[in-house]
């Protein structure tokens, strides 16, 4: 599902879906149409500036994973309830790009990237490849608050930094 950038915050109901439901949209020369943001952008989303991010906003079902797991990954229970209520939030908001057959054939290539380049491509690394994955095989933009953790990609996925 893609999402406008404007209207994360309030979530006022005029989030998009990406290819199932559309919406008209004024166009912004200066903004890609359409982007992925990866999990540190979701969960710094309402500090950014919309001009910051594409006009129509998708998230990888990667992500969801992450936000999903994120509120058991703490102990403190400010923080669970903080995380909680971002997942329910991205929930509502997003219908999550699949990883796919697409996907799993650009993680191929991106694996292999990031192995020539003597970087390591499992562990924590690996879910931010797969990210990328999802990007390389929707032909879309990778909006991130961590570049380097994509760095070397940039032959296969075009990543911003934001």
């Not at 950038?5 to 903004?31: E, K, M, N």
């Not at 906003?57 to 909680?84: C, F, K, N, W, Y």
Request: aromatic share 4%; proline share 7%; net charge negative.
């Amino acid at each position: 599902m893609v999402l406008q950038a404007s209207i994360w915050p309030s979530f006022a109901g005029t989030s998009t879906a990406l290819p199932l439901r559309t919406q008209a949209l004024v166009p912004d020369p200066q903004r890609a149409e359409r982007g992925i943001i990866d999990t540190s952008v979701v969960v710094d989303l309402e500090q950014l500036e919309p001009g910051q991010l594409p006009v129509e906003l998708a998230v990888s079902a990667i992500t969801m994973a992450e936000l999903a797991a994120g509120p058991h990954a703490t102990g403190d229970a400010g923080e669970r309830a903080r995380r909680q209520d971002r997942l329910q939030r991205a929930e509502a908001a997003f219908d999550p790009l699949p990883f796919d057959g697409e996907a799993a054939r650009a993680y191929g290539r991106i694996y292999a990237t990031e192995i020539a380049s003597g970087r390591k491509a499992r562990g924590t690394r690996a879910l931010d490849l797969l990210i990328a994955a999802t990007a390389c095989a929707t032909d879309l933009p990778l909006y991130t608050r961590n570049p380097e953790d994509f760095r070397g990609l940039q032959d296969l996925v075009d990543v911003i930094a934001v």
